[in-house]
């Protein structure tokens, strides 16, 4: 036994656990990366304890990696080099709920399904969502959106402000819950996105809104994937205020009808949604039905009720697992980037045109109205080959998407899969102003290490990494640690 094993023992007792079978829960994502287990977890169920667990792991040098629901797609959460995973889940308590401020504070590991669970009846809701039930602290530490950000925008936009601690154990609040402020640096929005590398998120305060007076939904079926981008665009371009608008592109429509038992035309399909007044609702409506029948498209299918809003995005949100469940056991393999929106219809279909050779299947969904689109690539998860086709295609729609003004990742954030594409998209003096960034708040590299704008994990490590792990020691990876790093601690 360590001396750090010994006091998290001491500490939390039975909520502190090295058995396999948790540490590999806590290893992996819903990414293809395969697991790769910490050393041990952490139940935490107070800022204090995270603040305790911290402050022991900076003593011994130990990695720090913060762990919500699991739902992230980019290797978030995989111990790279070993160390102690936090688990947030149990500090899922709604602190407060303020209607008239049009906020609400909530611990780290509240899901998304929770807190609007508890603002029925207050006429309020939070907008942002990613389609999974994640913790709002994952959500907020990866900078997530989802199909509602054309309206509402990001987590970036939606949280007021954090608490959260630092490397050192401090516990630091970012910013109070005033509308606005010029007081300093921006720590909330340095900490959002920054997915476990600079803190733990123990709280967030978030911005509510007000429900609308009417939503309306529809469904149109287009020609090909072109047109039915190019109605979202000229939509967005002419002001109409779009609540959402999600493209399915023939093979999710297929997928969706087989796992879900709807009955839509297998061809690209475009989801929109409405809010506003009654007149307004029903004004917007009718200029993109317009657009889109200018374009070929099919006359809306329309979806009033909240029960038959909720079928008809549930298509939509079924999108992913139904595209992996065409080939059973497959792993997907997706990517995610963003561009402006005046440069959409033209990636996505020189993306289609070069998936097209692919021999792995695929199928395309995005959330077009903000310009973001994700390829995904249903690959055997024991056939080196397929991942590296994969991968290859994954590269070249990256550095098409950063070649028309674009993000790797418009959602899903870097995590271990694709650090080697923000000096592309930043330039190396960017990203060593972040890596300066990391080494001020965390100059032991013990929060989330090879994350973001840490090293990058040796190129190929894809499915060989589940043959080289030590059952309790890490991770045998030929990544040199940055100092004053320390070889993680090795639990008997």
């Not at 149109?220 to 000229?234: H, I, M, N, Q, T």
Request: proline share 5%; glycine share 10%; net charge negative.
């Amino acid at each position: 036994m360590t001396p750090l094993h010994d006091e998290l023992r001491d500490r939390f007792g039975d909520r502190y656990s090295t058995a396999a079978a948790v540490r590999d829960h806590h290893g992996k994502d819903d990414s293809h990366h395969p697991a790769i287990p910490p050393d041990g977890v952490i139940f935490a169920e107070s800022t204090e304890e995270v603040a305790f667990s911290v402050r022991a792991c900076a003593r011994h040098g130990t990695p720090v990696i913060p762990f919500g629901a699991g739902t992230s797609i980019e290797g978030h959460v995989q111990a790279v080099r070993g160390g102690i995973s936090i688990d947030l889940g149990a500090m899922n308590r709604v602190l407060a709920v303020r209607a008239d401020d049009l906020d609400a504070t909530v611990e780290a590991g509240v899901t998304r399904q929770q807190l609007d669970r508890e603002l029925r009846g207050t006429g309020l809701f939070f907008p942002v969502d990613p389609g999974a039930d994640a913790t709002l602290g994952g959500m907020a530490a990866t900078g997530a959106s989802g199909t509602t950000t054309v309206r509402y925008g990001t987590m970036r936009d939606n949280v007021v402000s954090l608490t959260a601690v630092l490397a050192n154990g401090e516990v630091v609040r970012t910013a109070s819950r005033a509308r606005k402020s010029s007081a300093g640096y921006d720590l909330t929005r340095l900490l959002v996105g920054s997915e476990g590398t600079l803190g733990v998120i123990t709280e967030l305060t978030v911005r509510l809104h007000p429900v609308p007076e009417a939503m309306a939904a529809a469904v149109c079926a287009f020609p090909g994937l072109a047109e039915a981008v190019r109605s979202v665009v000229e939509s967005v371009q002419l002001g109409i205020p779009v609540a959402r608008a999600e493209l399915l592109d023939a093979t999710a429509m297929h997928a969706v009808n087989l796992y879900s038992g709807f009955s839509y035309a297998e061809t690209p399909t475009v989801f929109f949604e409405f809010h506003g007044s009654e007149d307004e609702v029903r004004a917007h409506g009718a200029v993109v039905e317009e657009i889109s029948r200018g374009l070929g498209g099919a006359a809306f299918e329309y979806a009033r009720r909240q029960d038959e809003r909720a079928r008809l995005w549930k298509a939509r949100h079924d999108a992913y697992p139904a595209i992996l469940a065409l080939r059973p056991g497959c792993h997907g393999l997706t990517s995610d980037v963003c561009v402006p929106v005046s440069r959409l219809a033209e990636c996505i279909e020189e993306t289609r045109d070069d998936m097209e050779r692919a021999t792995i299947p695929w199928g395309i969904v995005g959330h077009v109205g903000d310009g973001n689109f994700h390829a995904v690539f249903m690959i055997d998860p024991d056939d080196e080959a397929e991942l590296a086709e994969a991968e290859a295609f994954n590269e070249r729609i990256v550095r098409r998407a950063i070649a028309m003004e674009g993000t790797c990742t418009g959602e899903h954030g870097i995590g271990m899969g694709k650090i080697r594409f923000l000096e592309e998209e930043f330039g190396a003096s960017g990203v060593a102003a972040m890596r300066a960034v990391k080494a001020a708040l965390d100059p032991q590299g013990i929060m989330n290490p090879g994350k973001v704008a840490g090293v990058e994990p040796e190129k190929g490590l894809g499915t060989k990494l589940h043959e080289r792990f030590k059952p309790y020691g890490g991770v045998e990876l030929e990544i040199p640690p940055r100092e004053p790093m320390r070889d993680p601690p090795t639990f008997d």
